[in-house]
């Protein structure tokens, strides 16, 4: 875990995220879910390492983006992503994008970082979300399979401000928290 840490710090040129699931279950998380769903204010400064870190590697010329597969009701997990992390991220130059999972391209795809185009990280997760292991996938292969999968995902996804303005104008369904 703690070589896969330095990735977001050692990246030349690109880290890349695929995100598959609705909701995922993480230990470090569960206490700003549940003051996220207790409809307290967001504290102002959340998720502020994690920005500083987007705002340098941005300052210096790399890209760091994501596209995640959404349904068309959003997940409570997924507004609490939304307004916790992906609004700070966005803002910090994160380029934030979600495809519906009917748009998903037929190519071959799991939870994954892609480090400049040359480095998979396979992320396996169980049914609840829970992560189960992180793999350093070096199989050629598999590279290939990265590359092409992040190129199609998107190529056909759409940005958070567009998600934001489908919340919005009421075109997605957004369960009460």
């Known amino acids: 875990m703690e070589q896969f840490g330095r990735f977001f710090t050692e990246f030349k040129s690109s880290a890349t995220r695929i995100e598959t699931l609705a909701a995922y279950s993480v230990q470090e998380e569960r206490d700003n ?41 959003l997940t409570p997990y997924l507004q609490f992503e939304i307004d916790w992390y992906y609004a700070v991220n ?14 998903v391209p037929a190519v071959v795809y799991t939870d994954t970082w892609l480090f ?37 995902f998107h190529d056909r996804s759409f940005p958070l401000a567009d998600l934001l303005a489908r919340i919005r104008g009421n075109e997605l369904a957004v369960p009460r928290r």
Request: proline residues 3%; glycine residues 8%; hydrophobic residues 35%.
């Open 33 to 73: 879910f549940a003051h996220y769903l207790s409809g307290s204010l967001l504290p102002p400064g959340r998720n502020e390492e994690w920005a500083r870190n987007i705002r340098d590697s941005v300052a210096a010329g790399k890209y760091m983006g994501r596209v995640h597969i959404i349904e068309h009701t």
């Open 116 to 152: 400049d185009d040359e480095i998979v990280i396979d992320l396996s997760y169980d049914d609840a979300g829970k992560l189960l292991y992180v793999n350093q996938n070096d199989d050629p292969e598999r590279l290939k399979q990265a590359r092409t999968a992040w190129r199609e």
């Open 90 to 103: 966005g803002a910090a130059g994160e380029d934030i994008r979600f495809i519906f999972r009917e748009d």
